[in-house]
């Protein structure tokens, strides 16, 4: 399973402040799921336009199985990494998002003000995960064990339905 992270905020692609969320999204990755493979990493303005061509970059160009964004999903004006998710997904995957927020709702009632949203294009699943480091760590805890299956699933793997038995 390849992995790419894009980490959305102004302040870290502007040098003014260190990135915390990417390292942590990589190492829960590489702890949980220890066969993944971080294969790309970058940081992009809060610029929809600059979020789009990187999303469609990486999924188009066959760089990753799954796409985890962080930031640009809250309130502020310049959150817009929903929108910029939307204008490339070809399907959406809501219930990525709504595991997230109800998971999120009971530590804290802010949970509903998140907009991350979840979806796929082409083979590549792309998931909006909060910028804060706690929340990514609460919300991305609550995705990773469907992570894999999904991936089978969007790779037609001819094992893949076996995983829809209830145990």
Do not use: C, Y
Request: a negative charge; zero cysteines; hydrophobic letters at 45%.
């Amino acid at each position: 399973m390849r992995i790419a992270i894009l980490v959305i905020s102004d302040r870290s692609f502007h040098g003014e402040r260190e990135d915390s969320s990417g390292s942590l999204i990589a190492g829960m990755i590489a702890h949980a799921l220890p066969d993944a493979a971080i294969v790309q990493t970058d940081i992009a303005p809060d610029e929809q336009d600059q979020i789009s061509a990187r999303l469609i970059a990486w999924a188009d160009g066959g760089a990753a199985d799954i796409i985890l964004t962080t930031g640009g999903t809250g309130f502020a004006p310049r959150d817009i990494t929903p929108e910029a998710t939307r204008s490339v997904i070809e399907r959406e995957a809501p219930g990525l998002a709504e595991a997230m927020r109800a998971a999120s709702l009971s530590k804290t009632p802010h949970a509903m003000l998140s907009r991350g949203v979840a979806g796929i294009r082409g083979r590549t699943l792309i998931v909006n995960l909060p910028g804060s480091p706690r929340a990514v760590r609460e919300n991305l805890a609550v995705i990773l064990p469907a992570l894999p299956h999904a991936v089978q699933l969007l790779q037609d793997a001819p094992d893949s339905e076996a995983g829809h038995a209830h145990q």
